[in-house]
């Protein structure tokens, strides 16, 4: 984010069961929400997309990356 002004590639997305749910705009506070989401929801799939790159991570049961 320039300025205030939000481009379609910058941030980032959670994804619960496939699910668009959550946009985060800093890395700090979106690994927090989706491991706050994994231990809510031990059974559903969390997954982090960044936007920048299209790369998904998958949040572990445990509060790790995959």
């Given at each position: 984010m320039r300025n205030g002004i939000l481009r379609p590639?910058?941030?980032?997305?959670?994804?619960?069961?496939?699910?668009?749910?959550?946009?985060?705009?800093?890395?700090?506070?979106?690994?927090?929400?989706?491991?706050?989401?994994?231990?809510?929801?031990?059974?559903a799939l969390v997954e982090i997309r960044v936007r920048a790159t299209g790369e998904r991570i998958r949040m572990r049961e445990d509060g790790r990356t995959a």
């Amino acid at each position: 984010m320039r300025n205030g002004i939000l481009r379609p590639d910058d941030g980032f997305d959670i994804i619960v069961n496939g699910v668009d749910r959550s946009f985060r705009d800093s890395e700090e506070v979106v690994y927090a929400s989706a491991r706050y989401l994994k231990e809510k929801l031990p059974e559903a799939l969390v997954e982090i997309r960044v936007r920048a790159t299209g790369e998904r991570i998958r949040m572990r049961e445990d509060g790790r990356t995959a």
